[in-house]
């Protein structure tokens, strides 16, 4: 929590100053930066709720102040509304924020942890390149990988403040 906290409290000029200065033309030796880095980790909410998912999401990008939100994308509930989880949902949601970085997949609990883990597990996967479960709570974990992925942070440094959220003491 305390990188997290630092980022959040750095002036928005010291994050501008850590993105990489526009550069040269890349020599021989050199890859171009588009081919290096494509996009941000992607971040996908598995609720047994919509609304849940849905809240959770909202006030992670609240909690975001200035800083440009992450791709994220919610997959709560039953794709007929109702309270469950959605193979079909989660897939669809871990496709549509794959910016090619990985996918860190949050769940709420049981059943959703359980159906992106058979997700992960199938040959071919059904979930983009790099997608892995976070372990963490719903809520803190959700703050702790947005603000990671929308700052920059690598698919090991969402996953890392995601365990750092689990940590957490609140007394």
Do not use: N, W
């Not at 021989?28 to 996009?39: D, L, M, V």
């Not at 980790?41 to 598995?46: K, Q, R």
């Not at 909690?63 to 791709?71: H, R």
């Not at 924020?97 to 996918?103: A, I, K, M, P, R």
């Amino acid at each position: 929590m305390e990188a997290l906290r630092t980022a959040v409290d750095a002036p928005e000029a010291e994050l501008a100053a850590e993105e990489p200065a526009a550069a040269e033309e890349p020599t021989q030796e050199q890859e171009p930066a588009s081919k290096a880095r494509t996009g941000r980790v992607g971040v996908v909410l598995v609720s047994h709720s919509k609304a849940v998912a849905e809240s959770v999401a909202a006030l992670a990008g609240a909690l975001l102040g200035s800083v440009e939100p992450p791709p994220l994308a919610v997959a709560g509930g039953t794709p007929d509304g109702g309270i469950g989880t959605s193979a079909e949902l989660i897939t669809a949601a871990a496709r549509s924020v794959d910016e090619g970085q990985g996918v860190a997949v949050l769940c709420d609990m049981g059943s959703a942890v359980l159906t992106v883990k058979s997700l992960l597990g199938e040959e071919p996967s059904q979930l983009p390149e790099g997608a892995r479960i976070v372990d963490a709570p719903f809520l803190e974990g959700a703050v702790a990988i947005a603000l990671t992925s929308a700052i920059g942070g690598d698919l090991d440094a969402v996953l890392a403040a995601a365990e750092d959220a689990r940590g957490y003491r609140k007394r």
